[in-house]
């Protein structure tokens, strides 16, 4: 039974070949050398990257068969991007040797690695059970032999490698200069200097800009620099889809000025999966709409987030009525504010006659709706438009009430606020202030918050500016309070110090309250120069994050949600070499087969780069495509040799022998056979005891 390390740290050089080359090509020999004594000796191979599936499991070996394996070994077994798990592959062969296939009689493990403390921890105690060294006591135990076989470099390995890629926004808007950070990282034992860092970005079908370089002049051992860069995607160039906006690939590379300080050039790159959209979906639900648009609530919000004119805000803003919004699908927007609405609607769309299992089999079709893919409650029943509005935002939405004369407090108590279980952070009770104007409170913002930072000062002059006439009263309750559900973000002046803007998380979501209104029937903040800023810095606040949906590690799975009454029910899945799968999506664990919200999945993420998930729509021609990025875990980055004297030593008297790589050509077959003689020896003494039993025995009886 072998146990062959194929993490990316094998791929360095040991001599003239890397690592896994000369761990290939010993192994090679060995069953070679098998094949030669006529034994039927069986072969097992695990992997690092996937021991559930080895490459061969009990495989018998014979002359012929020596060659095919030889040949497998050589084609299939390259340095994997998959992160290395070294004590669950020693998990999966300590299952092997009780396996069906395992021989009972001789069992020989060989576990070959470069030694690298990250499968190694230094700090993993000796009496840890659940560790490599506790693992590898056992198998020790269990089988006839161990061998431990160190295939790595003693000598210091320089490794210069790209640790990061963040996006600083939380969604990219085209035309808007976006703050990217790329962390690289010395791994080596000496100084890198003029590190040269390259970011390359452009939509998927317009091809690459020039790169964007910076140098590091000084990178220490054993530490990271993040280096900013800046960059905006041209609104020339975008063609948004359906799914709200258009893929672009981002590449951040570091490039050492020295080779020998840099011996893993697979992980110098880094890939970033960007979704550009025109600007930052927002819906403003208008409670109060009226012909002259000046004296519509949402006249001076809607003009804040998207002034008019050639500057750009990176918002995208809608305006609706309460009419309108029963039937827009809500998982199109990353902000909703609701302005003065009397109330919630009760419905919240149709939903369509869709058999998806019929789909499957294409035998039918489904019917185009409107209605968002959380429409439908686990039970196949039509949500209300209130619970899917509590639904998007317990998914990451960011909703914003403000209040006016138009509000309906008993219908708001009762099921926005639901005795604090609902969306409505506060209780509302009744409307103060004065409706003459003939006085004002003040905002009061009494600890630090990014919405309302203008008036976190006493002495701004914003606070003296503002006035507010009219507010709602309202009631928070206190355990919400101490619990931090519920945050007060600011408080009027007035002497009751009745809360002004108060914030409450709901799942993955929030809600930010204004307890006046944001027109200028309650108060002239809309005129004051603070306004705007404050606006545009809450719809960034309360946005969801998307710029890093479409990323994730090598070994991960792509996610999307997709909804069947807009798309086919089979997707078709592009991996970095350019190989084409057909998928098809599944319904989710906690839904029924009968709804239209299935997850598209794809699990086989093998390599570092991007992939593609391509969705074609029901009705309308042309393909939707997603991109999305994996990359290698950054610990596989850290090539710092393992302590093997301290595995020694945790290991104590343990059976386990280390070949060093100068001795790893000399195994031969007489070595997988150096414990057999012990079982030979102790059925031979059987055998003789048994004849002398017999002896006496049938003796006796005579």
């Given at each position: 039974?072998?146990?062959?390390?194929?993490?990316?740290?094998?791929?360095?050089?040991?001599?003239?070949?890397?690592?896994?080359q000369?761990?290939k090509?010993a192994?090679?020999?060995f069953?070679?050398?098998?094949?030669n004594?006529?034994s039927?000796?069986?072969?097992?191979?695990?992997?690092?990257?996937?021991?559930?599936?080895?490459?061969f499991?009990?495989?018998?070996?014979?002359?012929?068969?020596?060659a095919?394996?030889?040949?497998?070994?050589?084609?299939?077994?390259l340095?994997?991007?998959?992160p290395a798990?070294?004590?669950?592959?020693?998990?999966?062969?300590?299952?092997?040797?009780?396996?069906?296939?395992?021989?009972?009689?001789?069992?020989?493990?060989?576990?070959?690695?470069?030694?690298?403390?990250g499968?190694w921890p230094?700090?993993e105690?000796?009496?840890?059970?659940?560790?490599?060294?506790?693992?590898?006591?056992?198998?020790?135990s269990?089988?006839?032999?161990?061998?431990?076989?160190?295939?790595g470099?003693?000598?210091?390995?320089?490794?210069?490698?790209?640790?990061?890629?963040?996006c600083?926004?939380?969604?990219?808007?085209?035309?808007?200069?976006?703050?990217?950070?790329?962390?690289?990282?010395?791994?080596?034992?000496?100084e890198?200097?003029?590190?040269?860092?390259?970011?390359?970005?452009?939509?998927?079908?317009?091809?690459e800009?020039?790169?964007?370089?910076?140098?590091i002049?000084?990178?220490?051992?054993?530490?990271?620099?993040?280096?900013?860069?800046?960059?905006?995607?041209?609104?020339?160039?975008?063609e948004?889809?359906?799914?709200?906006?258009?893929?672009?690939?981002i590449?951040?590379t570091?490039?050492p000025?020295?080779?020998?300080?840099?011996?893993?050039?697979?992980?110098?790159?880094?890939?970033?999966?960007?979704?550009?959209?025109?600007?930052?979906?927002?819906?403003i639900?208008?409670?109060?709409?009226?012909?002259?648009?000046?004296?519509?609530?949402?006249?001076?919000?809607?003009?804040a987030?998207?002034?008019?004119?050639?500057?750009?805000?990176?918002?995208?803003?809608?305006?609706?009525g309460?009419?309108?919004?029963?039937?827009?699908?809500?998982?199109?927007?990353?902000?909703?504010?609701l302005?003065?609405?009397?109330?919630?609607?009760?419905?919240?769309g149709?939903?369509?006659?869709?058999?998806a299992s019929a789909?499957?089999?294409?035998?039918?079709d489904?019917?185009?709706t409107?209605?968002?893919?959380?429409?439908?409650?686990?039970?196949?029943?039509?949500?209300?438009?209130?619970?899917?509005?509590?639904?998007?935002?317990?998914?990451?939405g960011?909703?914003?009430?403000?209040?006016?004369?138009?509000?309906?407090?008993?219908?708001?108590?009762?099921?926005?606020?639901?005795?604090?279980?609902?969306?409505?952070?506060?209780?509302?009770?009744?409307?103060l202030?004065?409706?003459?104007e003939?006085?004002?409170?003040?905002?009061?913002?009494?600890?630090?918050?990014?919405?309302?930072?203008?008036?976190?000062?006493?002495d701004?002059p914003?606070v003296?500016?503002?006035?507010?006439?009219?507010?709602?009263?309202?009631?928070?309750?206190?355990?919400?309070?101490?619990?931090?559900r519920?945050?007060?973000?600011?408080?009027?002046?007035?002497?009751?110090?009745?809360?002004?803007?108060?914030?409450?998380?709901?799942?993955?979501?929030?809600?930010?309250?204004?307890?006046?209104?944001?027109?200028?029937?309650?108060?002239?903040?809309?005129?004051?120069?603070?306004y705007?800023?404050?606006?545009?810095?809450?719809?960034?606040?309360?946005?969801?994050q998307?710029s890093?949906?479409?990323?994730?590690?090598?070994g991960?799975?792509?996610?999307?949600?997709?909804d069947?009454?807009?798309?086919?029910?089979?997707?078709?899945?592009?991996?970095?070499?350019?190989?084409?799968?057909?998928?098809?999506a599944?319904?989710?664990?906690d839904?029924t087969?009968?709804q239209?919200?299935?997850?598209?999945?794809?699990?086989?993420?093998?390599?570092?780069?991007f992939?593609?998930?391509?969705?074609?729509?029901?009705?309308?021609?042309?393909?939707?495509?997603?991109?999305?990025a994996?990359?290698i875990?950054?610990?596989?980055?850290?090539?710092?040799?393992?302590?093997?004297?301290?595995?020694?030593?945790?290991?104590?008297?343990?059976?386990?022998?280390f070949?060093?790589?100068?001795?790893?050509?000399?195994?031969?077959?007489?070595?997988?056979r150096?414990?057999?003689?012990?079982?030979?020896?102790?059925l031979?003494?059987?055998?003789?005891?048994?004849e002398?039993f017999?002896?006496?025995?049938?003796?006796?009886?005579?």
């Amino acid at each position: 039974m072998v146990l062959l390390d194929d993490s990316l740290s094998m791929s360095v050089k040991n001599g003239s070949e890397s690592a896994l080359q000369n761990a290939k090509a010993a192994l090679s020999d060995f069953v070679l050398g098998l094949s030669n004594n006529g034994s039927r000796d069986q072969l097992t191979l695990y992997l690092t990257s996937d021991p559930t599936h080895p490459v061969f499991n009990g495989e018998e070996i014979d002359s012929q068969k020596a060659a095919e394996i030889v040949a497998e070994i050589e084609q299939r077994i390259l340095p994997s991007d998959r992160p290395a798990n070294l004590n669950n592959a020693l998990l999966e062969v300590e299952k092997g040797l009780d396996g069906p296939t395992a021989s009972k009689l001789n069992q020989v493990v060989y576990v070959i690695s470069d030694m690298r403390q990250g499968d190694w921890p230094a700090e993993e105690e000796a009496t840890d059970e659940q560790g490599v060294t506790a693992t590898l006591r056992r198998i020790a135990s269990a089988s006839s032999g161990c061998f431990l076989v160190d295939i790595g470099r003693e000598d210091d390995v320089g490794n210069v490698f790209v640790e990061e890629v963040v996006c600083k926004e939380k969604a990219l808007v085209a035309g808007v200069p976006s703050d990217f950070e790329v962390t690289v990282r010395n791994a080596g034992k000496r100084e890198a200097k003029n590190v040269k860092v390259q970011f390359v970005a452009g939509f998927q079908d317009g091809g690459e800009i020039p790169p964007i370089e910076e140098t590091i002049e000084s990178l220490p051992p054993g530490t990271s620099q993040t280096v900013p860069f800046k960059f905006a995607f041209s609104r020339e160039e975008l063609e948004e889809s359906e799914l709200g906006s258009e893929p672009a690939r981002i590449r951040a590379t570091v490039v050492p000025a020295s080779e020998d300080l840099d011996e893993l050039p697979d992980d110098n790159a880094r890939f970033f999966a960007a979704r550009v959209a025109p600007g930052l979906k927002t819906l403003i639900v208008d409670g109060d709409r009226l012909p002259s648009r000046r004296d519509s609530e949402s006249f001076f919000l809607a003009h804040a987030l998207s002034p008019p004119g050639d500057q750009l805000s990176g918002m995208a803003v809608d305006v609706v009525g309460e009419s309108e919004f029963e039937n827009l699908r809500l998982e199109d927007y990353q902000v909703i504010y609701l302005c003065n609405l009397y109330r919630i609607p009760e419905t919240g769309g149709q939903v369509a006659d869709f058999d998806a299992s019929a789909d499957a089999d294409e035998e039918t079709d489904a019917t185009e709706t409107t209605t968002s893919p959380a429409a439908n409650s686990s039970d196949g029943q039509q949500l209300s438009r209130l619970q899917q509005l509590e639904r998007w935002v317990a998914n990451g939405g960011g909703l914003v009430i403000s209040m006016g004369n138009r509000i309906d407090d008993l219908v708001y108590n009762r099921e926005l606020y639901r005795n604090g279980e609902g969306l409505l952070p506060v209780q509302l009770d009744d409307i103060l202030g004065a409706v003459d104007e003939s006085s004002w409170v003040k905002f009061n913002v009494e600890q630090p918050h990014p919405v309302m930072s203008l008036f976190a000062d006493s002495d701004s002059p914003f606070v003296e500016l503002v006035k507010i006439f009219r507010w709602w009263d309202c009631t928070i309750s206190e355990s919400d309070l101490q619990e931090g559900r519920v945050n007060v973000v600011a408080r009027f002046t007035n002497p009751e110090g009745s809360p002004a803007v108060v914030e409450k998380k709901f799942g993955q979501g929030r809600v930010f309250l204004f307890t006046t209104a944001l027109d200028r029937d309650w108060s002239d903040w809309p005129q004051d120069h603070s306004y705007v800023p404050t606006m545009l810095e809450l719809n960034k606040y309360m946005a969801r994050q998307t710029s890093d949906d479409a990323n994730m590690l090598v070994g991960d799975a792509l996610e999307q949600d997709l909804d069947l009454s807009r798309y086919e029910l089979q997707f078709q899945v592009t991996s970095p070499d350019d190989a084409t799968t057909d998928a098809q999506a599944v319904p989710p664990q906690d839904q029924t087969e009968d709804q239209l919200f299935y997850d598209a999945k794809f699990d086989e993420v093998d390599r570092k780069g991007f992939y593609q998930m391509v969705f074609n729509r029901r009705e309308a021609a042309g393909p939707v495509p997603m991109l999305f990025a994996a990359n290698i875990e950054a610990a596989e980055g850290d090539l710092t040799r393992a302590d093997v004297q301290g595995l020694q030593r945790k290991l104590g008297d343990a059976k386990v022998s280390f070949i060093s790589a100068d001795d790893l050509l000399k195994i031969n077959v007489d070595d997988a056979r150096i414990h057999l003689w012990p079982f030979v020896l102790a059925l031979l003494v059987g055998v003789l005891a048994l004849e002398q039993f017999l002896g006496w025995r049938f003796g006796r009886s005579r």
